[in-house]
């Protein structure tokens, strides 16, 4: 997978991409391409890629020695600002206020086999069979700084991993400014730019523009990646589509503070960059200390953003989810959250389970409110022991109740978080994000935890445990209900430790929980959360492979959260519960048929109150468990794509299995268009064209049939056709089952 010609040209390659770089005069590292698969190359191949012509003439030449040479004209691995390039480099270091410019020179390099995973930090993995790593070892000797770059190639991928690694090599400290993680430089502008962006309640729309010259960037300084920028970035060819033009993606193994940003210069070309959050950032490296920077996943599509999309779902579940996750059915949860809020007691809640189990559902999820004296989101955050006046006979006799039921159970946490009422914050006033002299800010009356120090985040451990134990708990809904503002660390202080670090070591400090849960208690399945999403990440995904994706469960609105959101990650992280109608979130009436058949593609839960249900929506509620379990696999782990492109009236989606036996496709109309064409039909690319489906057990047609003509779309109510009708009046929605024929 790794080809180094002539100790100058480096050639990633599998049979899904090529990467390709090279030393340049200078001895810095430039960047040759990134696309289809290339094969074996020549030197004179590779020669022939390397840029010649003086097209930059009128800007400053690297050196007098170097002639020509501008790293203006060049695409570049790992860019430096300030040095014959003006665009935004990926690293900025100073010596107290004085800026150092930078001039890495290629030393030498590294081949490793396999990555193992390790909970200290998200990190990607893989056997030795499937991953190498190349480590380029660059150093600035002036300066004393060792760089190196590395880059991983998995042989079942067109994925990139990057990561870089700083050492002072010198005896006066060095201050990291800046340090970037995903790098990738195209020739041209030709571009439109990709985001996931939206607010609380509408989070991860797809969001694109078209490049020109300047800079557009995403970010977060929240400490948290935020509900309203993902650290997911895109380029994809102009005028491409779902299906057609390539694109490039760069997603981030990180959940704090990040930017994400795509600069054009005045040649027109295109610089794009991903990494932690250079403002309130910067890092002291003494003699001999090193500074790692997170992960980005850099990724190719030739065949427009379906397939990207399920490139990086491929890619994230075999190589960045817990293996023991991967294909692993996920349990149909019950959430009593917005069935009952704070309102409840271990009976009502018994019954609901009862209910539940009825139903079909298979684990029961205890949220927000069982502990300290919690009856509105204003208090007892910290003090992780259950409410007896909620729980009298102890939270452990409710878990025997739950588990004796034969349903699994979960419980809710909000870890980083203390309210002021609370034993903790009264007994350590100086664990909270706060510079204690000074104003700050409030939000649902609650403090973040300094979870930058190790001892915060013990203590927040030996709590969880005891519940963890005491329930034999199999699964946690980790929130996280606040960002961070006025970031100041009391314990940073006392280490004189600059401020500046903290944001980095906050999130250290919550992937370290993480690690001591986990590596405790292996079997506890994490459902990631934010204030819904907003922090839906690779971060987080790699402790916990589901994640709720928005407290916004109106079906309507989910169709556009789920598309944007399976751009960058996969279906089997993103957690769907069908909740009650009207919306709470929304007010919206939505039908139960409609909320099912949106909530079935992916995790599946149920989160309303199912002790008022009509006899006619248990049966439509049992109906559909009985469905989803029958092909779960499909339903979470299929090959997922877009079949109508989103933004109009309608959706459609649809996932495959391997062998393309078997299918299931979702149509959604949301506002009723009166007196439809008789005859409409959506394509479905993927079926096998030798194969002949049955479709819902009444009719069938091939898959050539299907690919060119498609499925045709559910007939609608127009006024006269009552009898045929299968879709009527607003949010319609419709499953197709697909099954290949024996022949
Ligand atoms: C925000 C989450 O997104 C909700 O699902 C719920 O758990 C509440 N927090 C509880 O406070």
Not at 269 to 283: A, D, H, Q, V
Not at 670 to 679: F, G, S, T
Not at 681 to 710: H, V
């Amino acid at each position: 997978m790794i080809e180094i010609v002539s100790e100058k040209y480096f050639h990633l390659m599998n049979e899904h991409s090529s990467y390709l770089f090279y030393i340049m005069e200078n001895q810095q590292l430039g960047h040759l391409y990134y696309g289809k698969p290339l094969g074996k190359l020549t030197e004179a191949d590779l020669s022939y890629l390397v840029e010649r012509t003086n097209k930059s003439a009128g800007t400053v030449k690297y050196s007098s020695e170097n002639g020509l040479f501008t790293l203006a004209d060049r695409q570049q691995e790992y860019p430096v600002y300030g040095s014959s390039d003006f665009k935004t480099g990926a690293i900025d270091i100073f010596i107290d206020e004085t800026p150092l410019y930078l001039d890495f020179k290629v030393k030498g390099y590294d081949i490793i086999n396999e990555k193992k995973r390790s909970l200290d930090r998200p990190r990607t993995y893989g056997t030795s069979e499937k991953v190498e790593t190349l480590s380029i070892l660059l150093e600035d000797e002036p300066h004393q700084i060792a760089l190196t770059l590395n880059y991983s190639i998995f042989e079942d991928s067109a994925a990139i991993v990057q990561s870089q690694r700083l050492e002072n090599l010198g005896k006066t400290p060095v201050k990291i400014q800046k340090m970037l993680s995903g790098i990738l430089e195209l020739p041209t502008a030709d571009y439109e730019f990709i985001h996931l962006s939206g607010a609380w309640l509408k989070e991860r729309h797809v969001k694109r523009r078209s490049l020109e010259q300047g800079t557009v960037s995403v970010g977060s300084l929240k400490g948290a990646s935020g509900h309203q920028h993902n650290p997911f970035i895109a380029l994809q060819a102009k005028n491409g589509s779902v299906t057609t033009g390539e694109v490039y993606g760069l997603n981030f193994l990180y959940s704090g503070n990040f930017t994400g940003q795509v600069e054009v210069d005045e040649w027109d070309k295109t610089r794009m960059m991903l990494g932690i959050n250079p403002e309130y950032f910067s890092w002291e490296l003494k003699e001999k200390e090193v500074f790692e920077t997170p992960e980005a996943v850099l990724l190719y599509s030739s065949n427009g953003l379906d397939e990207l999309s399920r490139r990086y779902a491929e890619f994230i579940e075999t190589h960045i989810i817990d293996k023991k996750w991967q294909k692993k059915e996920r349990p149909i949860v019950f959430n009593n959250w917005e069935a009952t809020y704070f309102d409840f007691t271990h009976e009502k809640l018994l019954g609901l389970a009862e209910t539940g189990k009825q139903l079909g559902m298979e684990c029961f999820v205890l949220d927000d409110g069982w502990f300290g004296k919690r009856n509105a989101d204003r208090g007892s955050l910290g003090d992780w022991w259950y409410d007896e006046e909620k729980f009298p006979n102890g939270i452990g006799a409710f878990a025997k109740d739950i588990h004796q039921l034969d349903l699994q159970l979960g419980i809710w946490f909000e870890p980083e978080m203390v309210s002021p009422d609370s034993g903790i914050y009264r007994e350590h006033p100086d664990w909270v994000v706060r510079h204690r002299g000074e104003r700050v800010s409030v939000g649902r009356g609650q403090y973040v935890l300094d979870f930058a120090n190790p001892k915060v985040v013990d203590h927040v451990y030996q709590q969880m445990r005891k519940i963890i134990v005491e329930t034999k708990l199999e699964y946690i809904k980790w929130d996280m209900n606040r960002n961070i503002t006025e970031a100041y660390s009391e314990y940073l202080r006392q280490q004189n430790i600059s401020q500046t670090e903290f944001f980095h070591r906050y999130i250290l400090g919550v992937y370290s929980l993480y690690e001591k849960i986990l590596t405790d208690f292996p079997d506890l399945l994490i459902e990631g959360c934010a204030g819904g999403g907003g922090r839906y990440d690779l971060g987080i995904l790699f402790y916990s492979p589901q994640i709720w994706p928005s407290d916004d469960s109106d079906a309507v609105e989910r169709l556009a959260i789920q598309t944007g959101t399976l751009l960058a990650y996969p279906l089997s992280s993103f957690s769907n519960h069908v909740s009650a109608s009207p919306n709470h979130q929304v007010d919206r009436v939505t039908s139960l048929t409609m909320r099912q058949n949106v909530a079935i593609f992916g995790p599946l839960g149920y989160e309303l109150d199912i002790s008022a249900l009509t006899t006619q929506e248990r049966k439509t509620i049992k109906e559909k468990i009985s469905f989803y379990k029958k092909h779960r696999q499909l339903l979470t782990q299929g090959s997922f794509y877009q079949l109508i492109e989103a933004g109009s009236n309608e959706v459609a989606w649809g996932v495959v299995d391997e062998a393309k036996e078997e299918a299931i496709i979702g149509f959604y109309r949301i506002l009723a268009k009166p007196n439809n064409p008789a005859l409409e039909y959506f394509k479905i690319p993927f079926l096998s064209e030798d194969k002949t489906y049955r479709i819902n057990e009444r009719e069938q047609a091939n898959g050539r049939i299907l690919k060119q003509l498609g499925l045709r779309k559910p007939y609608q109510f127009n006024g006269a056709n009552h009898e045929q009708a299968q879709v009527t009046g607003d949010f319609q929605s419709y499953i197709y089952h697909l099954q290949a024929v024996e022949e």
